[in-house]
C-alpha cells in the first residue's frame, strides 16, 4: 500500500495549529519555528499561521504565527 508521504501544504498557505505540515521518513525536512516532529517524523504546526521554507544545509518548514483579530 502506497504510505503518503511528502509535502502537505505549500509555502505561504494559512495553516490552524496541530495541521499536518509534511509526512515522512526520517528527516528529509527539519521543524523550524512553530513546528513539531510527531513519533513518526511527520511534522505539524503547533500555532495558526503562514507556512515558510528556508533552505541551507537542511530545508526548515517553520510556521510565522498570523495576528489576532481580538
Given at each position: 500500500n502506497?504510505?503518503?508521504?511528502?509535502?502537505?501544504?505549500?509555502?505561504?498557505?494559512?495553516?490552524?495549529?496541530?495541521?499536518?505540515l509534511?509526512?515522512?521518513r526520517?528527516?528529509r525536512?527539519?521543524?523550524?519555528?512553530?513546528?513539531?516532529?510527531?513519533?513518526d517524523d511527520?511534522?505539524?504546526?503547533?500555532v495558526?499561521?503562514v507556512v515558510?521554507?528556508?533552505k541551507?544545509?537542511?530545508?526548515?518548514?517553520?510556521?510565522?504565527?498570523?495576528e489576532?483579530?481580538?
Open positions: 502506497a504510505q503518503r508521504l511528502g509535502i502537505k501544504v505549500g509555502s505561504g498557505q494559512t495553516v490552524t495549529a496541530g495541521s499536518i509534511a509526512r515522512q526520517g528527516t525536512w527539519h521543524p523550524g519555528d512553530n513546528v513539531k516532529r510527531a513519533s511527520s511534522l505539524f504546526a503547533l495558526d499561521g515558510s521554507f528556508r541551507g544545509r537542511h530545508t526548515f518548514i517553520s510556521v510565522n504565527p498570523s489576532s483579530k481580538s
